[in-house]
């Protein structure tokens, strides 16, 4: 293993597009977990307002991503739409350091961090088009190599956008962000796409905050057929739709958290923002190693079940954090919320394509648009039940949508149940003599 990453770095336009890599991730794991707290305490915005901001970030980075996705599989060109994202994002953050009003803040959430969200899915586009490397299997283990090091800087991220804050403000850290954003658009411009790279996209998922309403991922369509897979029986329509919906109920729970734990921790448990900071870093640390070892093992696993065990680890999780009184008891219930986002990651994808083995292309996007609608729904969702039932009935309604994933995926015999049930009770009723 360690010979096979030494080989990368011998890769013509890998370490450059590593720093890249890593200087967008630390802009978005800079900004992300602190948006709200920005959008409260700074812009004075309501929870409803509040909802309607991120909610509109989500579905303009999920327009653009959709769009620059397109365009660039059918022209071919990745690095210009890069470029262009990385200098909306820039400017989105630039401005944010001067703009507290709510409608020009909507504005610029629209047109700049949302079109800025798409950043992340282009810079694998734009790996897979400048690396210089003509084995995919090579090509492949690159791209996972970019992944984890967009996955470290969400470890340390949060915790040093946390010291940042405390030292300078939300100037101070919107500012270093966007210098980071430039930083990343520098790097690239400096780049070239490859003559050998494949100019083809390719989805790209990484550990850290799944839940970021400025994370959007494009999926399209592989130019040429995939590799052939060992052969699954096709599932029904039934099947697919209720995976489709229970993973929609737990990317919206998750998405919801991302948004109020923030404001929960540091308005409603008096908390710190350092103390945010421990627990996405912690969070982020958790799953790589999670999702490593789900990956190693995923062609051997129960994806079902395992995605079953995970919406019922997250019911727990919600529980618990509705019910916890202190920040300690929240730090270490992030190793639950990092089982849900491992198991989801590496084993839901698979298990959708494995339900549709004849259109692996349309089982990926239904997977991501899952997740997509999730984050969009989340903003509005979230906003309106902290204003209608506070932090800890929040928590609890996505206890309530977790628990409806759980049974989507189970998917108990209800008819024998009931008849079970009637059993028992008409024996209640009218015992034997």
């Not at 770095?9 to 794991?29: E, N, Q, V, Y």
């Not at 492949?140 to 800087?153: G, Y």
């Not at 969070?283 to 696993?301: Q, Y």
């Amino acid at each position: 293993m360690n010979s096979r990453f030494a080989s990368l770095t011998r890769i013509h336009s890998f370490t450059p597009l590593a720093s890249a890599t890593l200087m967008l991730g630390i802009a978005m794991s800079f900004t992300a977990p602190y948006l709200s707290l920005f959008g409260v305490e700074q812009a004075g915005m309501s929870p409803l307002q509040l909802g309607l901001f991120m909610t509109l970030i989500a579905a303009s980075g999920v327009v653009a991503s959709a769009w620059a996705g397109k365009w660039s599989d059918k022209h071919g060109h990745h690095r210009g739409l890069l470029l262009a994202a990385l200098i909306a994002a820039a400017l989105g953050f630039l401005l944010l350091c001067f703009v507290r009003n709510y409608p020009a803040l909507l504005a610029i959430g629209v047109a700049f961090l949302g079109a800025g969200g798409s950043a992340m899915s282009l810079v694998f586009s734009f790996g897979r088009a400048a690396l210089p490397v003509h084995d995919e299997a090579e090509r492949s283990f690159a791209l996972a190599t970019l992944r984890t090091v967009l996955s470290m800087a969400w470890v340390f991220g949060p915790s040093v956008g946390a010291l940042v804050l405390a030292g300078a403000g939300f100037y101070g850290l919107f500012l270093f962000a966007a210098a980071c954003f430039a930083a990343c658009g520098v790097i690239v411009w400096r780049m070239r796409e490859s003559p050998a790279g494949d100019p083809h996209s390719a989805p790209a998922h990484y550990a850290g905050d799944p839940a970021s309403s400025l994370e959007v991922t494009t999926v399209t369509e592989p130019a040429e057929p995939p590799p052939p897979t060992p052969p699954h029986a096709p599932g029904t329509q039934r099947q697919i739709w209720r995976s489709v919906v229970a993973l929609t109920l737990v990317g919206l729970a998750a998405n919801a958290t991302m948004i109020v734990l923030p404001l929960y921790v540091v308005h409603g448990l008096k908390g710190t923002r350092l103390d945010v900071s421990i627990m996405l870093g912690l969070g982020a640390f958790l799953e790589i190693p999670m999702m490593l070892a789900l990956g190693a093992r995923g062609s051997t696993l129960n994806k079902l079940n395992w995605l079953a065990a995970c919406a019922a680890v997250h019911v727990v999780y919600f529980v618990a954090v509705a019910a916890s009184g202190t920040v300690n008891v929240l730090i270490p219930m992030q190793a639950f919320n990092a089982f849900v986002v491992a198991v989801t990651s590496c084993l839901g994808m698979t298990y959708m394509q494995d339900l549709m083995p004849r259109s692996p292309g349309a089982a990926t996007a239904l997977f991501f648009n899952a997740s997509r609608v999730g984050s969009i729904l989340s903003g509005v969702l979230s906003g309106v039940l902290v204003a209608g039932l506070g932090y800890r009935g929040t928590f609890l309604v996505c206890g309530c949508l977790a628990l409806g994933a759980l049974i989507l995926f189970a998917d108990p015999p209800w008819k024998r149940i009931a008849l079970r049930v009637r059993d028992r009770w008409d024996d209640w009723r009218h015992p034997a003599q």
